[in-house]
């Protein structure tokens, strides 16, 4: 079945750029996203991609994907201490009655620290 | 404002007990999902469900049933809570697949629930 594999922790400074890292297995996905979770709360999507994009930038967020290595990643610039969360990667899958079912990682947690 | 609504956030029940995890959302989406969340297992899909009394399993079914009279409605039932059932519960939606949609989730604040 599908797999969506990614670290479980990073740390960084603050002012600092953020990379998380994400590797998928299935290749028919038509979109792939990066969803945020904040203590004591629900996913929220963060951000997107278009599987016939490269690369997708949304202020201090950018999004790189490498169909051929079946990578994906989330770049957050000048990283602050509310960016403090755990990301979650996800692919898109065919399912029954004409939907579709997201695959997610684990999680990665990303800790800012001064 | 867009909303997927459960009904506790913080449950705490007994060994055997029955227990209902209420989802309600308010995006006449057709897409509904149960996951629990456990560290450093990620999100795992229990059950989802694309269309009024239609219900199909996820990666851990085992010891949940679901049920899903109305649209807007999801419900996750646990026949005889256990003590590994011991979990953060989240209910989703989204629209079906299709056209410009992006397949966005909409999360609701998740369900702590304990079983002694």
């Known amino acids: 079945g599908e797999d969506v594999e990614q670290s479980l922790f990073l740390s960084v400074r603050e002012g600092d750029s953020s990379v998380i890292n994400c590797t998928y297995t299935?290749?028919?996905?038509?979109?792939l996203y990066w969803y945020k979770q904040e203590p004591g709360a629900g996913l929220q999507l963060l951000t997107y991609i278009f599987s016939n994009m490269d690369m997708k930038q949304d202020q201090r967020l950018t999004v790189l994907l490498n169909k051929k290595d079946k990578h994906l990643s989330l770049r957050i610039a000048d990283t602050q201490t509310g960016d403090s969360a755990i990301y979650f990667c996800?692919?898109?899958?065919?399912?029954?009655?004409?939907?579709?079912?997201?695959?997610f990682g684990r999680g990665t947690s990303l800790i800012v620290h001064p | 404002d867009v909303k997927v609504t459960q009904s506790s956030r913080y449950l705490v029940k007994r060994t055997g007990e029955k227990v209902f995890l209420e989802c309600v959302q308010d995006?006449?989406?057709?897409?509904m999902f149960w996951y629990r969340q456990d560290p450093g297992l990620g999100l795992r899909l229990i059950y989802f469900?694309?269309?009024?009394?239609?219900?199909e399993k996820g990666d851990i079914p085992e010891g949940y049933s679901v049920s899903r009279e109305k649209k807007e409605r999801f419900s996750l039932i646990l026949e005889s809570a256990s003590t590994n059932q011991t979990s953060m519960y989240l209910c989703?939606?989204?629209?079906?697949?299709?056209?410009?949609?992006?397949?966005?989730?909409?999360f609701g604040e998740g369900s702590r629930l304990t079983v002694l």
């Open positions: 299935d290749s028919s996905s038509t979109y």
């Open positions: 989703a939606s989204t629209a079906l697949a299709g056209g410009r949609d992006t397949g966005e989730l909409f």
């Open positions: 469900s694309y269309d009024v009394k239609m219900k």
């Open positions: 995006m006449d989406h057709e897409n």
């Open positions: 996800a692919e898109r899958s065919d399912a029954p009655g004409g939907s579709y079912i997201p695959t």
